[in-house]
């Protein structure tokens, strides 16, 4: 079979078409061999028959005993395939006879036969017999018949086999053009749902965020409030001293507030998911501010971080947003205030799915309100809130979810109705080495020359303050106000040490644009961009330009400098 | 094939055997019975021959002629040649012979014994006994001589007796199929 599956179709209907024919063929040619065997048979048969009639009948014969003769004829005659039998003696004349009324159709066979005793012939005898009976006839013509219909049974069969199988592949090919368009369908969707699931990570930050809003629209407030007020106490007082106090207390609220956008625009940056080995514990710690001066002023944040915490390698975004999403919970959860406490542990042999492993534990727990069992079960699932209209849309813990379950571990809550609630996360220890902590920047003062800086900034303002800070830091710096001014200014003069410029100004170019052009004139320019745009920030870190974010310090301003200096000539050395 | 031989149709030179048959079925004279008869009876004096084995003896060769001998008195005359007239037993012509007496070496085959003056009947049959002549007497002809085969009439039909044991004596073998057309057969021990 596995041959005959190898043979062309179409070959394989002249084959069995061949096969039919060959098969009635043969039928036909045995019929036809066995009607001639028969006859032949029959011929003898009859003649064996005449001779011994002839045989019998000869004493009879010779002798004249008409009465014995006819005898023997009639006793031929009892052959129903008898149909006339005649014996005539030495003179020709007819002796005896028998012939049949009822005689039936069909061919006839007739022998004659001499009638002989020793070498002396007395006459002959003669035979007519029915070749072959009626039903014996039937039967052959019903074989060939029967070898005719099998033959076209054969035929039909295939036929039918054939169409049947065209048909199944038919089925088959269409089948199969469903599939490949449920396929296509199918990666529209996943490319659809990744879409969604982007917008949703962006819609859950924008929801923590709106969180937020008013606490730190409230911090904001102190913080106007204590520069606006220090600015006024100042204008009403001569004394150096005093003074000094309320530029300090100024400077302070300043740079908190600084601190604060600064986290708020990194955290609401439109980012993918990037997973990288983070220590946690320097992570939390950064988030401090966000989460004392976000919340309420009756919600107090207590950290408590466990020394030499075990690397983990996760998206330090989502991690911040978790964290954030978490302590929103717990001061939500006690609207009289009350203490959330942020913790951090290692958790060796932490039991999971029935296998153990090295796991750290970011705990948030509350002293609230808690929650009954029928609504912990719940709590993970999307758009689920018990806050509310207004409150919360009830993404929140499920990003915390979906956090952990894509950084390899999982989340656990405690909680109980007046007893507080506590929300674990437990993440995968990495075997990666945590990267070494940023220098912190170093609060010093440049005396001597540190060389001509190409300073490009649109704003009149913050020109004049940052061409200052650059003159305090030892530098000389040349001004500009767009990327074309900037370039002529280069292509004039070409030997200036630096180029610091805003990211963003008018016109079709911006400052990575020039960085690309002053690259392209000379190689190995340090050139430092700044911006208040988180994302442009994001673009230009991923050509290789340094970017200091806005508002900035002077001695963040000194540090980044040299640092780009450092890449500059660590790059074309 | 073979020429299909007519079945009612009868052909226009009957035969003798046909004119006996006529004589059998009809009421006929008894003059032409009479004559019937012995034209059946000189045709069966040569048809007996077939059917009768003589030792090897009796003929010097193959093609050696059949001799019918007629003693006596002879019945059949002229019918008698016409009925073998061409008439052959196998290779063999009939010759018929006619003769007052008979002797034992007279080369007879088949002898008639009709009596005469100087050799009766039975004299006849004693001459050539042991001699492997098929004797032929007829009961009709009151003879008392009594050959191997004797013709009798019965029911109007000529038909014979056979003494098949005298038959053995004189070494001759008489086929079955003649003793069964016999009205009675002596037969042999």
């Given at each position: 079979m596995r041959f005959w599956s190898t043979i062309p179709e179409r070959l394989k209907l002249t084959v069995v078409l061949t096969g039919a024919l060959l098969l009635l063929v043969a039928g036909v040619w045995v019929a036809v061999f066995n009607e001639r065997l028969y006859r032949e048979q029959k011929t003898r048969d009859v003649a064996v028959e005449a001779e011994i009639l002839a045989a019998s009948v000869a004493g009879a014969l010779a002798f004249d005993d008409r009465s014995t003769v006819q005898q023997y004829v009639d006793a031929l005659g009892a052959n129903p395939e008898v149909e006339i039998v005649g014996v005539y003696d030495d003179k020709g004349v007819l002796v005896a006879r028998f012939a049949r009324k009822d005689a039936a159709e069909g061919p006839t066979l007739e022998i004659t036969r001499p009638v002989t005793q020793g070498q002396t012939g007395l006459g002959r005898v003669y035979l007519k017999t029915i070749t072959e009976p009626a039903v014996r006839r039937a039967s052959r013509v019903g074989i060939i018949a029967l070898l005719a219909v099998m033959a076209s049974l054969l035929v039909a069969m295939m036929g039918t086999g054939q169409a049947a199988q065209r048909r199944a592949n038919k089925a088959l090919a269409e089948r199969a053009e469903e599939l490949a368009e449920a396929n296509r369908q199918l990666e529209i969707e996943m490319e659809e749902r990744a879409r969604a699931e982007e917008a949703l990570r962006q819609s859950q930050k924008m929801e923590a965020i709106g969180q937020l809003t008013g606490g730190v629209a409230h911090d904001f407030n102190n913080l106007l409030m204590v520069a606006s007020g220090g600015l006024d106490l100042m204008d009403r007082t001569e004394d150096p001293v005093r003074r000094q106090k309320l530029k300090d207390g100024v400077r302070e609220a300043l740079t908190r507030g600084a601190d604060l956008v600064r986290q708020l625009l990194a955290f609401s940056r439109r980012t993918a998911l990037k997973p990288e080995v983070v220590d946690l514990g320097q992570k939390i710690e950064s988030m401090r501010i966000l989460l004392d001066r976000s919340l309420r002023e009756d919600i107090t944040v207590n950290m408590d971080l466990a020394e030499h915490l075990w690397p983990v390698e996760l998206d330090a975004n989502q991690l911040e947003l978790a964290i954030l999403n978490l302590a929103v919970n717990a001061r939500d959860a006690m609207p009289n205030g009350g203490p959330i406490v942020v913790k951090a542990e290692n958790a060796p042999s932490h039991r999971r799915d029935g296998e153990t492993g090295d796991y750290v534990c970011v705990s948030v727990s509350d002293q609230g309100q808690g929650m009954a069992p029928d609504i912990v079960s719940r709590v993970f699932e999307p758009y689920f809130t018990t806050k509310e209209v207004g409150k919360g849309t009830g993404l929140g813990l499920s990003q915390v979810y979906g956090f952990c379950r894509a950084s390899g571990g999982e989340v656990r809550i405690v909680s109980e109705p007046g007893q507080g609630t506590t929300v674990a996360m437990y993440l995968p220890r990495s075997n990666k080495a945590a990267p070494e902590k940023p220098i912190e920047a170093v609060r010093r003062r440049r005396t001597r020359a540190q060389g001509r800086v190409l300073l490009v900034e649109d704003d009149e303002g913050v020109a004049a303050l940052v061409a200052e800070m650059l003159t305090e830091l030892g530098y000389a710096p040349t001004r500009a106000s767009t990327v074309s001014t900037a370039l002529d200014v280069f292509d004039r003069d070409?030997?200036?040490d630096m180029v610091l410029s805003d990211m963003?100004?008018?016109?079709?170019?911006n400052g990575l644009d020039l960085a690309r052009e002053i690259w392209k004139r000379r190689a190995g320019v340090p050139i430092l961009l700044t911006t208040g745009y988180s994302e442009a920030a994001a673009q230009a870190t991923a050509e290789g330009v340094r970017v200091l974010l806005k508002p900035y310090r002077i001695e963040a301003l000194a540090s980044e400098l040299e640092a780009a200096k450092a890449d500059a000539r660590r790059l074309h050395a | 094939m073979q020429q299909r031989p007519p079945l009612v149709r009868a052909r226009p030179a009957a035969c003798l055997a046909a004119l006996a048959a006529c004589v059998l079925m009809a009421a006929a004279p008894p003059a032409q019975a009479q004559n019937l008869e012995v034209a059946v009876k000189a045709t069966y004096l040569y048809k007996f021959a077939p059917f009768v084995e003589w030792p090897p003896s009796a003929f010097e060769t193959e093609v050696t002629p059949l001799s019918i001998c007629i003693q006596g008195e002879d019945p059949f005359g002229p019918v008698l040649d016409r009925a073998v007239a061409g008439q052959r037993v196998g290779p063999r012509a009939v010759v018929v012979r006619r003769m007052a007496r008979v002797e034992r070496n007279a080369g007879c085959h088949i002898l008639y014994a009709g009596g005469s003056r100087a050799q009766s009947a039975g004299d006849a049959l004693r001459a050539v006994r042991g001699a492997g002549v098929l004797t032929v007497t007829d009961s009709g002809h009151e003879t008392g001589a009594h050959g191997i085969i004797q013709f009798r009439i019965k029911d109007g039909r000529v038909r014979f007796d056979i003494d098949d044991a005298a038959a053995a004596e004189d070494h001759l073998t008489i086929s079955s199929k003649l003793l069964s057309l016999a009205l009675s057969v002596r037969t042999r021990r």
């Open positions: 070409p030997a200036y963003v100004m008018p016109g079709e170019r | -």
